[in-house]
């Protein structure tokens, strides 16, 4: 295979990627182009294994379907013949992605492998034994009357591959896409590496700026800085975070959110400058509201999204429980658009 058909390959396989993500878009219907991930930290009780089945399984089959049609109208079917890499090379992609955003090590490698295979198969199968003897007997790719069989049985094999999917899923006993043992593992592995950098100017903030009744609530403070940090961390990635301070240095006046932390401001500053920043914002919550909800008022008051502060609180009890503390306050038990409900 040349260059030329490799290229051809990779952009197709890209083009397939950004609609695929698109439509992760549209299924989770953010506020804006920068809204929070959807993956979430919190337990839910959604399995999450079968969640994404027609969008990285089905699709990518319909797209090759789709795309060969196109290049049949065009008079380029000769390009359809070698489309053999673009399921693969999506793939690639979508694992170059996740480690772009730096959650590869969420993932649950035995369950990836089971979906790249069956969805491997699914495409390769509707272009070698649909899509390419269509083209050889110089019949139209599109569906037809006469070829409404065909779409028929396209359709069962569609629900012999849901059969083989349900049947992995039980055979894996319903582990899920992101394993709840596995995010606390990563969770605790990224308090480590922030502890290591930033607990110097967490501690000497909180000494200097903050006071507390006790030990224990200074520690609770404490995990709720780096339940922050954590989550905003994972949404910004470095790279991300980088191309903010490029955005920053040409648009100096620009309120941003910048730094681990996320803080808005309209100069530039450190990564460090924003933890410190950071402290003072959740300790002015944390200090001024009710002990029962302290925790959660400091998260909403720094980003007053309820998603945000599920994802937080469920980050911040993952450190409670690996510190060995007793939860700090209680959880919210109904949350409204705007505002919360507690017990």
Same mark, same amino acid.
């Given at each position: 295979?040349?260059?030329?058909? &490799?290229?051809?390959?990779?952009?197709?396989?890209?083009?397939?990627?950004?609609?695929?993500?698109?439509?992760?878009?549209?299924?989770? $219907?953010?506020?804006?182009?920068?809204?929070?991930?959807?993956?979430?930290?919190?337990?839910?009780?959604?399995?999450?294994? /079968?969640?994404?089945?027609?969008?990285?399984?089905?699709? *990518?089959?319909?797209?090759?379907?789709?795309? /060969?049609?196109?290049?049949?109208? &065009?008079?380029?079917?000769?390009?359809?013949?070698?489309?053999?890499?673009?399921?693969?090379?999506?793939?690639?992609?979508?694992?170059?992605?996740? %480690?772009?955003?730096?959650? %590869?090590?969420?993932?649950?490698?035995?369950? @990836?492998?089971?979906? +790249?295979?069956?969805?491997?198969? &699914?495409?390769?199968?509707?272009?070698?034994f649909i899509i390419r003897p269509l083209i050889d007997q110089k019949k139209s790719i599109f569906i037809d009357l006469e070829q409404f069989r065909d779409s028929f049985w396209f359709?069962?094999?569609?629900?012999? %591959?849901?059969?083989?999917?349900?049947?992995?899923?039980?055979?894996?006993?319903?582990? @899920?896409?992101?394993?709840?043992?596995?995010?606390?593992?990563?969770?605790?592995?990224?308090?480590?590496?922030?502890?290591?950098?930033?607990?110097?100017?967490?501690?000497?903030?909180?000494?200097?700026?903050?006071?507390?009744? !006790?030990?224990?609530?200074?520690?609770?403070? !404490?995990? &709720?800085?780096?339940?922050?940090?954590?989550?905003?961390?994972?949404?910004? *990635? +470095? #790279?991300?975070?980088?191309?903010?301070?490029?955005?920053?240095?040409?648009?100096?006046? $620009?309120?941003?959110?910048?730094?681990?932390? @996320?803080?808005?401001?309209? $100069?530039?500053? !450190?990564?460090?400058?924003?933890?410190?920043?950071?402290?003072?914002?959740?300790?002015?919550?944390?200090?001024?509201?009710?002990?029962?909800?302290?925790?959660?008022?400091?998260?909403?008051?720094?980003? *007053?999204?309820? =998603?945000? #502060?599920?994802?937080?609180?469920?980050?911040?009890? =993952?450190? #409670? =429980?690996?510190?060995?503390?007793?939860?700090?306050?209680?959880?919210?038990?109904?949350?409204?658009?705007?505002?919360?409900?507690?017990?």
């Amino acid at each position: 295979m040349t260059w030329t058909n &490799l290229a051809t390959n990779l952009m197709f396989a890209w083009l397939l990627l950004l609609i695929n993500g698109r439509i992760g878009k549209w299924k989770e $219907r953010p506020s804006n182009v920068f809204s929070y991930s959807a993956f979430g930290f919190r337990d839910i009780t959604e399995d999450n294994f /079968s969640d994404n089945f027609f969008q990285v399984l089905i699709h *990518p089959a319909i797209y090759l379907a789709i795309i /060969s049609s196109i290049l049949q109208v &065009l008079s380029v079917k000769s390009i359809v013949y070698k489309l053999c890499l673009v399921v693969p090379f999506y793939w690639g992609l979508r694992f170059v992605v996740a %480690a772009f955003r730096d959650t %590869a090590c969420f993932l649950n490698w035995r369950f @990836q492998f089971v979906l +790249f295979l069956v969805s491997l198969l &699914l495409s390769e199968g509707t272009l070698f034994f649909i899509i390419r003897p269509l083209i050889d007997q110089k019949k139209s790719i599109f569906i037809d009357l006469e070829q409404f069989r065909d779409s028929f049985w396209f359709a069962v094999f569609c629900v012999i %591959a849901k059969f083989i999917w349900d049947y992995s899923k039980h055979m894996m006993l319903g582990k @899920q896409v992101f394993p709840s043992s596995k995010k606390a593992t990563v969770i605790i592995r990224r308090y480590e590496k922030y502890y290591r950098k930033y607990n110097e100017v967490i501690q000497s903030t909180i000494d200097r700026e903050c006071e507390f009744k !006790s030990h224990k609530e200074k520690n609770h403070f !404490s995990c &709720l800085v780096y339940a922050v940090m954590i989550y905003e961390a994972h949404n910004r *990635p +470095f #790279v991300i975070r980088v191309m903010e301070y490029i955005v920053k240095f040409f648009c100096p006046n $620009r309120l941003m959110s910048l730094g681990i932390m @996320q803080f808005q401001s309209e $100069r530039s500053i !450190s990564n460090s400058t924003s933890v410190l920043l950071a402290v003072r914002k959740l300790y002015k919550a944390f200090s001024t509201a009710r002990r029962t909800i302290a925790i959660e008022e400091a998260i909403y008051d720094y980003n *007053p999204n309820s =998603d945000y #502060v599920d994802e937080v609180r469920a980050i911040y009890s =993952d450190l #409670v =429980d690996h510190m060995g503390l007793t939860e700090y306050g209680r959880q919210i038990v109904k949350v409204k658009k705007h505002s919360y409900v507690y017990k």
